[in-house]
């Protein structure tokens, strides 16, 4: 297997990335961030892993104005430009890898959704830098939204590495269907709690995404909100 598989993967998606099932919620998922964490429109706000930039932009339409998204794909940013264009809205979209975010105490909040940037890369060391790099360019007591994957829910994983291993068929932009090796990092809440505490952030919620509910057995993904120190 690519160690690097979600170079490929991504780098075959535009707006099209929008076509699965789990992107079609965006609009509770923001509201949720609004109510909960983003709470004031002036806050500046980081989306790390941004995609097609679905989070940005939908927090843009509702007066946030100091949003910078970043993404490894560069079809994926192109998209999210053009869908900011068609909105209306301005949002600074750069092609970044997420373990070299170029800032140093300037935002307010980041958030890191869908698996994005965390949890896909190459082990845990890889995956490390994507958090140093945000606790890096987040403000004192900044607040970080983390989803990730459960490594409770139902797929069967590696004991020796709580990898899961699975096949996915893509399109590629040739119109050509090819079948990908992907291999994603899962959690449980204590082990990521672990670590965030360990890259200086204060955990302040376990939950299942966008709520204040327990995590459950079975879910796909679990959320974690964090507070710089």
Not at 63 to 84: C, H
Not at 167 to 196: H, Q
Request: charged share 30%; with cysteine.
């Amino acid at each position: 297997m690519n160690p690097e598989w979600y170079r490929v993967l991504f780098g075959e998606m535009g707006i099209e990335y929008e076509d699965y099932p789990f992107t079609k919620d965006t609009e509770k998922e923001v509201e949720w961030m609004i109510k909960e964490y983003l709470t004031d429109p002036e806050m500046k706000i980081l989306d790390v892993g941004c995609g097609t930039g679905r989070h940005a932009i939908n927090l843009a339409t509702k007066g946030y104005k100091n949003i910078t998204g970043i993404d490894l794909s560069p079809g994926m940013v192109e998209a999210a430009k053009k869908t900011a264009t068609e909105k209306g809205v301005a949002v600074d979209f750069r092609v970044c890898d997420a373990r070299e975010i170029p800032f140093e105490n300037e935002f307010d909040a980041a958030t890191c959704l869908c698996e994005g940037a965390f949890g896909l890369l190459e082990d845990d060391y890889e995956n490390y830098k994507v958090l140093k790099a945000i606790q890096r360019s987040l403000k004192k007591r900044g607040i970080f939204i983390l989803t990730t994957l459960n490594l409770f829910r139902d797929a069967e994983f590696d004991p020796m590495t709580c990898r899961v291993e699975m096949e996915m068929e893509i399109t590629g932009k040739d119109g050509v269907k090819k079948t990908l090796g992907c291999s994603d990092r899962s959690y449980t809440f204590p082990e990521l709690k672990w670590v965030l505490e360990q890259h200086s952030f204060e955990v302040l919620l376990g939950a299942n995404p966008y709520s204040k509910e327990p995590i459950q057995y079975g879910s796909m993904e679990f959320m974690v909100v964090s507070r710089k120190l």
